[in-house]
């Protein structure tokens, strides 16, 4: 069955560091989409991506950067992680970029 | 630009029905959206509702729409303890990406 993946599911990094955040979808949509979830900001936009080699700001871009180098993968970067970057993270996908969206499981990064 | 808004939490005994209710401030937007996110999982399409639709009913779940006042709810008949979730509403607007409410936490009392 086709799916959307994220890895890894949890990660412990420190404050400086380089962070990448993984996303694979086996789905062949052109529309990929990062959001991280926040208590009391529901569902942000960091980057979204309307195919290969497009990538867009959404939202919450700062310290964040991504790449589409195929179809199937959009990995997310931190730069250099930030306390304030501590955040449930969510990648999605979908056919068309404003219909419905398919999303992982998430990835729970904490930087300390 | 789009502004969704929701109430931020829900308790609702088991067997009763419960009601979620979203606001959207984007007229263009032609789906609107629920999705159900469990405890550490991601979020779930729960249904959704063309613009042109007042109302669609699937199984427990009943879905009206308001385009004047632009207003969306989500009623859940029957509600049962796996109901518990955070629940978003999303509509599909002008920027041709979605835009999603803050969600609403439903507690469902056995």
């Known amino acids: 069955d086709a799916e959307i993946t994220q890895s890894p599911r949890h990660k412990i990094t420190e404050t400086g560091r380089q962070v990448t955040l993984a996303c694979h979808q086996t789905?062949?949509?052109?529309?990929m989409f990062w959001y991280r979830q926040d208590l009391g900001h529901g569902l942000r936009l960091i980057h979204y991506?309307?195919?290969?080699?497009?990538?867009n700001k959404g939202e919450v871009s700062d310290g964040y950067s991504v790449s589409r180098s195929n179809t199937e993968d959009l990995p997310l970067t931190l730069e250099s992680a930030a306390s304030s970057q501590t955040s449930v993270y969510f990648c999605?996908?979908?056919?068309?970029?404003?219909?419905?969206?398919?999303f992982g499981s998430g990835t729970q990064l904490s930087v300390l | 630009g789009e502004d969704v808004e929701q109430s931020l939490f829900l308790s609702v005994r088991e067997g009763d029905s419960s009601v979620i209710n979203c606001t959207y401030t984007d007229s263009s937007s032609t789906y609107l959206y629920w999705y159900k996110q469990e405890p550490g999982a991601g979020l779930q399409l729960l249904t959704y509702i063309f613009s042109n639709m007042d109302m669609k009913q699937d199984q427990r779940l009943t879905v009206l729409l308001n385009k004047k006042d632009k207003h969306l709810s989500l009623r859940i008949a029957d509600t049962q303890t796996g109901d518990s979730a955070i629940y978003f509403c999303?509509?599909?607007?002008?920027?041709?990406?979605?835009?999603f409410g803050k969600g609403n936490q439903v507690v469902v009392i056995p």
């Open positions: 991506s309307y195919g290969v080699h497009d990538t």
């Open positions: 789905w062949n949509h052109n529309n």
């Open positions: 999303a509509e599909n607007g002008g920027n041709n990406r979605l835009a």
């Open positions: 999605a996908s979908s056919i068309a970029p404003n219909e419905k969206l398919f």
